[in-house]
């Protein structure tokens, strides 16, 4: 099997399965088992495949049609710049959260306090350390398995930050400058309607917002008055219709200069407050 036979069959395959851009698909997992560059490949469509090549690209185009997620099969999922570990055990790191990201880090500044809520991967708890060194960032996430995958992306980028198995506030300790979380938000009853990726795959813990979806707000903007400093601000990320239920729950908690921010597509995608004690 040459590279471009490769790269046909398994376009060919995974359109049969109905994954979504199927040609795009292929060739990352043909450039995931083999190495080879896109310069190459164009260079060289009928070099040969080793036989353990091939072997192993017909192994992830197979898990691929089962609609296994692409970052799960690689392992990998780029994410503000940065190169994340993943596995089943996290949810996949989205375009969407780097809004999160970005909005903290215009008022994050070194020496501040941080503590990331439902952490996962560490993906928002990391990029925030690498984007501004001298904070102090701390991560907690009720998921043993999804702190492991944390703590291996946190050696690999080279950080240093207090992860922490926690229901939520449950061990944390101290005041932060800053609290932030990106929690599950879907409604029980719409997870079934997701996508085949998502619905099968990815943790039903880091999705599930209970009946409204709103669960994990309440309780995070109640307990987060405890641990926030004075003019401390608070960062959630939420989902498209969530824009005037999530800021009214803060509202009920003191919360002011509530802000709703929208993303690329122009949803609303996170929202901020902060706590006047």
Not at 108 to 118: A, E, S
Not at 140 to 151: G, N, Q, R, T, Y
Request: with cysteine.
């Amino acid at each position: 099997m040459t590279l471009l036979e490769a790269c046909r069959y398994g376009e060919r395959e995974l359109k049969r399965a109905g994954v979504p851009e199927a040609g795009l698909n292929a060739w990352l997992l043909l450039e995931y088992v083999s190495g080879c560059s896109r310069s190459h490949y164009l260079a060289y469509q009928e070099e040969e495949l080793s036989e353990e090549a091939k072997r192993r690209f017909l192994e992830v185009i197979e898990r691929r049609s089962k609609r296994v997620p692409l970052q799960y099969i690689t392992g990998t999922q780029e994410f503000m710049g940065h190169s994340f570990l993943v596995s089943d055990q996290v949810l996949i790191p989205r375009q969407d959260t780097e809004v999160l990201v970005e909005e903290v880090l215009k008022v994050l500044k070194p020496g501040m306090r941080f503590l990331d809520l439902c952490t996962g991967s560490g993906c928002i708890l990391l990029s925030l350390l690498l984007g501004c060194p001298g904070a102090v960032g701390v991560g907690s996430d009720i998921s043993l398995p999804a702190l492991k995958i944390a703590e291996k992306n946190r050696a690999l980028l080279g950080q240093e930050a207090l992860l922490l198995e926690s229901d939520l506030f449950e061990h944390v300790e101290g005041a932060f400058d800053l609290i932030v979380s990106n929690p599950p938000y879907i409604k029980s009853q719409e997870i079934l309607g997701l996508m085949e990726e998502v619905r099968m795959f990815e943790p039903v813990s880091a999705l599930d917002g209970h009946e409204d979806g709103l669960y994990f707000y309440g309780r995070i903007a109640r307990e987060s008055c405890s641990y926030l400093k004075a003019g401390g601000r608070l960062y959630l990320e939420i989902g498209w219709d969530q824009g005037q239920a999530v800021p009214e729950l803060l509202r009920e908690q003191g919360f002011q200069e509530i802000e709703v921010k929208k993303d690329l597509a122009g949803l609303d995608r996170v929202v901020t407050g902060v706590l006047r004690n």
